[in-house]
Nanobody, 125 residues
Framework: QVQLVESGGGSVQPGGSLRLSCVAS????????MGWFRQARGKKREGVAS???????KYADSVKGRFAISRDTVQNTLTLHMSSLKPEDTAIYFC????????????????????WGKGTQVTVS
């Protein structure tokens, strides 16, 4: 089973930048979804940026133009570049991975279909 480890969180002032990394314990090839999610205090976990099964990227409206997701399939690494950070970006950021069927074109919405890392805290203040 794939294990995910996030790193790169921290505290930053509004307008600052951070880079989050997620390393998978094994090859995450095949048809899958892999992305970044976040959970602010008192709120549900939400999708931030992800690679869809066909390779397209998808971003939450709140982060479009500020965040960029990338991945290295050789190093099994997923990265989230965050810039122009706002206080409302404060949350625990999780890396998520879901294996999907060959015919799937979108990532699953159910959290229980994902494997999760333990998360990394991002604080913008």
């Amino acid at each position: 089973q794939v294990q995910l480890v996030e790193s790169g969180g921290g505290s930053v002032q509004p307008g600052g930048s951070l880079r989050l990394s997620c390393v998978a314990s094994q090859y995450t090839g095949g048809r899958n979804c892999m992305g970044w999610f976040r959970q602010a205090r008192g709120k549900k976990r939400e999708g931030v940026a992800s690679f869809q099964p066909g390779g397209d990227t998808k971003y939450a409206d709140s982060v479009k133009g500020r965040f960029a997701i990338s991945r290295d399939t050789v190093q099994n690494t997923l990265t989230l570049h965050m810039s122009s950070l706002k206080p409302e970006d404060t949350a625990i950021y999780f890396c998520g991975y879901a294996s999907v069927a060959w015919y799937s074109s979108v990532c699953p919405s159910r959290e229980d279909m994902y494997l999760w890392g333990k998360g990394t805290q991002v604080t913008v203040s």
